[in-house]
């Protein structure tokens, strides 16, 4: 079996996000095109409408939205209900922190149990007025300190006059940066969020093709709140690399496959899952590339033989949703791949340590999780291959997608349970995956 083919993607989730929240909060049409229709952007689609925005669907992952300003979102009867997508519930809330009403934004049950506490902190700092589900640190886990304390779904929030904050990041997130930014907006004077490490910077790019007064400077980024955003008219987003990760590691790891993949977003701080596959021997070529408020480009992917790298801290945020299809590929790569400083894992959709962990030892794979104080590394001795088992997604529809992927490099035939969750970033994987298996 291989890979082989010519193949474009949907758009990438995470520009999508932020080109419907600022198309509804500017002022004029934007026309977007290549919206992935994936389950998270409905969230963001959906609860927007409940806040009063005008949203209108077109063929051919088109939609029109008619900017209402930064201050033309209404109060919504009920509780507005977000589903699971993390990324909505936390750039709403910065946007929601300066509207002048009080709001209720629920969460579907996975969700309900990520925490919140990173971004509602700031937000208070701003002026916000917030309350959420409050959790305790568990029995035994000493006594209850305010940094035990997290914060969850629901969360009532109560908007208004803001006022701008410096904010030094405790955790390298983009939903945080850019949940602090958009309230910048309607805050009097300047925001500035300093980074220790940098992340995705959709939201900085997306806001300066909308006019913001936004200027990032390393890593520090500085925005004057209190004016207008202006629509560009029409935003295209580019293909989501990390939807192309799985084809791309597919390609890799199974002998005599080619693959290309058409205007996929090579932003530099989403680059990560290349670099180091290229850093493990993989033939990737980037052409095509153009230059536009986001990069964009064509990837030619060759499989190759891999081998062993170590991932660093610094390098996690950039392919952080990428890190179970990275496990995987390490499998087939000669050596000891380590990646470290991998915490963030444990709180995405599932504890994706766990679930890729266990999935690939079900598959005889070399892994071991290694805890040094608060940083924990995950180690992987690649190079035997895996072996066909009968494994499960645990809900999460990155860990499905590679245990696919790892199915199909394994010997034997290989049983994923539960693939419905894969629509929740990209509900065309099955059709697309098989349009280019040979
Ligand atoms: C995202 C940021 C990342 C990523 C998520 C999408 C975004 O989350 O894992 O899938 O669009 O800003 P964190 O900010 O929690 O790292």
Redesign the pocket.
Known sequence: MRIYGKISLPGD???A??SIILSVISRGKTAIYNLPGNQDCLSTIRALRKLGASISKKKYNKVIISGQGIYGLTRPKMPVFIGES??TF??LLGVLAGQPFKVTLAAGSSLSRRPMR?VTEPLRKMGATINSKLKKSPPGAGPPTAEKIEEFPPITISGGALKGITYKMP????????AILLAGLFAEGKTIVIEGVP??D??ERMLRLFGAAVNPKGHRISLTGGRELKSPGKIYIPGDI?SASFFIAGALILPGSHLIIKDISLNPTRMGIIKVLKRMGADIKLTKQAKGYEPVGDLVIKSSDLKATTVEKTEI?SL??ELPILMVASCFADGETRFCGVE?LR??ETDRIKSMADNLRKMRANIKVIKSGKQVCISVKGGRGLKAAQVESFGDHRTAMSMVIAGLGATGKTKVSGLSCIAK?FPGFQSVLKSIIR
């Not at 955790?171 to 850019?178: G, L, Y």
């Open positions: 989730k995470s520009i996000h932020r993390g990324t936390r750039l990173r955790v390298a997130s983009a939903q945080v940066k850019s992340t995705r959709h939201t990390s945020p952080i949703d963030e709180v995405k970033s």
